[in-house]
């Protein structure tokens, strides 16, 4: 069977390896959904999105996994450097609303 | 080009006090939105904007919140006898048009003594 990703509050990641970011969301109706990178004492960044209607996107050293089927979402980041280092939120978007998860904290050793 | 701007970034006062959080939206963005940060939490929905207009309060706690943008552009959001519990960061977005990617300011972090 497929196994859900467990959501970490903390990660910690060797520098070149690649991070796995976990987020489940609650609506069903959510219409697209965002991952955010927030730095300390900045507000979030965003990072990439991904329609209801996809299940894969990707960016710049980051892809995004989409599972309607269990409401799971999961943000890949290839070859992760230093400056990766943050809170990371993903975020469902519903009309105009944002509702978003709790953040996973990834820390990247050197 | 320039992003969403908030002053002042930080904002100490006294219980009872009254306070203003300015927002500067992306040129252009005709939405904006209020969210508040918790410490270790995820933003919160508190308000939107489009145009001139408030379309959704639903996220202010009480009363004592009210947030304006008189001229479609800048907002201001005002709370009035600041507690304790207010405590938080204030942060401020923009999209081109509702339902667009939300692009976020750097946020007021307020303390309330």
């Known amino acids: 069977g497929e196994s859900v990703g467990l959501h970490l509050p903390t990660l910690s990641v060797q520098e070149g390896d690649n991070s796995i970011i976990n987020c489940a969301y609650s609506?069903?109706?959510?219409?697209?959904f965002i991952w955010y990178k927030q730095e300390s004492g900045k507000g979030p960044q965003f990072i990439i999105d991904?329609?209801?209607?996809?299940d894969k996107r990707q960016g710049q050293r980051v892809t995004v996994l989409l599972n309607k089927t269990v409401k799971h979402l999961s943000l890949q980041i290839a070859a992760t450097q230093p400056g990766d280092s943050a809170v990371y939120f993903c975020a469902e978007h519903n009309d105009y609303k944002l509702s978003f998860g709790a953040g996973t904290t990834v820390t990247v050793r050197a | 080009g320039a992003g969403v701007s908030q002053t002042p970034s930080n904002k100490v006062t006294e219980k009872g006090k009254y306070v203003e959080l300015r927002c500067d939206p992306i040129s252009g963005h005709t939405a904006l939105y209020w969210y508040r940060q918790s410490l270790g939490q995820g933003p919160e929905f508190l308000i939107y904007f489009q145009g001139t207009g408030a379309a959704d309060d639903s996220g202010l706690p009480n009363d004592r919140f009210l947030a304006v943008r008189p001229e479609g552009s800048v907002s201001t959001l005002k709370i009035q006898r600041t507690e304790r519990g207010d405590s938080a960061v204030y942060l401020c977005?923009?999209?081109?048009?509702?339902?667009?990617?939300?692009?976020f300011g750097p946020g007021t972090r307020l303390t309330v003594l």
């Open positions: 609506n069903s109706a959510s219409d697209y």
């Open positions: 991904i329609r209801s209607n996809m």
């Open positions: 977005a923009s999209s081109p048009q509702t339902g667009d990617t939300q692009y």
